[in-house]
């Protein structure tokens, strides 16, 4: 095709975007859709827990409280720990820093249930020997990390993860045959994302699409 046809079949193809409500340079949320309803991440995060609920059993470990193992591990736990930096929620058992070692007993759990934590710790490698170490054999990591996000430095956010890098991560570690990686997100679920439009005021079949290219959450199951 001759390039000036080329040229001519591009400016008709051309669609100008409408920005509409998305056209501000400010957020509808700056809390990821709290204020608004359910944030997009969190449902792609128990999506993710709903598909291998069956692994939360027997002695557990979550960070901050231990909403999702109780949820999901029900009756099947034996023992429900958390892990915290303070000992200020009386729900924590276990105060400590994930990247230092012996902050975990060793070869103590079943499972462990890690959604949203891994990104403010700044020695992440670390972490995840940490979290290698405290699992039993045939034990089994269930883990959920921010692709795209709103940073907040106040907070100390160090880190988003590829698949890529999950994949090289924690395979390293827990070997590449023991690890699946996946991705919950497209263009559509990140730009709603990163506005802070909540879950309640978006089609839920527009999140299901995945494309791995605008990762929302990334996913990580890991067996010991």
């Known amino acids: 095709m001759p390039r000036s046809l080329m040229d001519r079949v591009k400016r008709r193809l051309r ?9 501000n340079t400010k957020p509808f949320s700056t809390i990821y859709g ?17 598909a291998h609920a069956s692994d939360v059993c027997g002695r557990t470990l979550e960070i901050g409280d231990d909403t999702y ?12 720990d958390v892990l915290h930096l303070n000992s200020l ?8 820093d994930l990247s230092k070692r012996g902050t975990l007993p060793a070869s103590a759990f079943d499972c462990l249930v890690i959604t949203q934590t891994l ?7 670390a972490a995840v020997d940490e979290l290698y170490g405290s699992l039993k054999s ?12 709103a940073r907040d430095e106040e907070y100390g956010w160090f880190w988003s993860l590829t698949t890529a890098l999950a994949r090289r991560l924690f395979g390293d570690v827990f070997g590449a045959d023991n690890v699946e990686v996946g991705a919950y997100g497209n263009v559509f679920a990140a730009t709603a994302f990163l506005q802070g439009i909540a879950l ?11 494309d791995e290219a605008f990762p929302v959450v990334v996913t990580v199951r890991a067996r010991k």
């Not at 669609?15 to 056209?23: E, T």
């Not at 991440?41 to 709903?50: G, S, V």
């Not at 193992?69 to 429900?80: A, C, D, L, N």
């Not at 929620?89 to 400590?96: F, K």
């Open 15 to 23: 669609i100008s975007p409408s920005f509409g409500d998305l056209g």
């Open 34 to 50: 709290y204020d608004r309803g359910t944030p997009i991440d969190r449902y792609y995060i128990e999506n993710f827990l709903t």
């Open 69 to 80: 193992t109780s949820r999901f591990g029900g009756t099947r736990t034996t023992q429900r």
């Open 89 to 96: 929620n009386p729900a924590v058992t276990i105060v400590g």
């Open 119 to 125: 990104y403010f710790v700044y020695d992440i490698r």
């Open 138 to 149: 045939g034990g089994i990591l269930l883990l959920t990390t921010p692709g795209i996000f």
């Open 200 to 210: 309640e005021e978006v089609p839920r079949h527009k999140l299901d699409v995945v």
